[in-house]
């Protein structure tokens, strides 16, 4: 694959999440797809195969009002996609770390996406 068909899965994917649209955050996902959660260098969540990860989302979307990943940079090596990001998010419930519903929630991290047979094979998701 190369760096436009890269661009083109992970596009599709992050417009579906700012969208909340599960089902088509689906469509570009490999059936065995992993996805990875790393907070401070710890994982802190991972999904195995699709309906694990789609089961996750719909649950995770419960959790904001608004959200959104803007890619503002990319890397792409192989058969991988790291993807800098500026992630923002209104809650929509009060949170443990003290995030009360409605405040605004800023971020920069990075997702690497992994690619085989035409499709999103892991997500990494790091800030």
Not at 19 to 38: S, T, W, Y
Not at 57 to 80: C, H, L, M, P
Request: no cysteine.
């Amino acid at each position: 694959m190369e760096f436009a068909a890269f661009k083109e899965l992970v596009t599709a994917y992050i417009e579906a999440y700012n969208r909340f649209d599960v089902g088509r955050m689906l469509v570009p996902l490999h059936d065995a797809v992993v996805f990875k959660n790393i907070s401070n260098g710890e994982v802190n969540l991972t999904t195995t195969g699709k309906e694990e990860f789609r089961r996750q989302a719909e649950e995770a979307s419960q959790y904001f009002s608004q959200r959104e990943q803007r890619i503002i940079d990319w890397q792409v090596t192989g058969n991988k996609a790291e993807v800098a990001v500026d992630y923002s998010a209104v809650a929509a419930v009060d949170f443990p770390n003290g995030l009360k519903t409605g405040d605004t929630l800023h971020l920069q991290g990075k997702s690497v996406f992994r690619f085989a047979h035409g499709k999103i094979i892991s997500i990494e998701d790091i800030s």
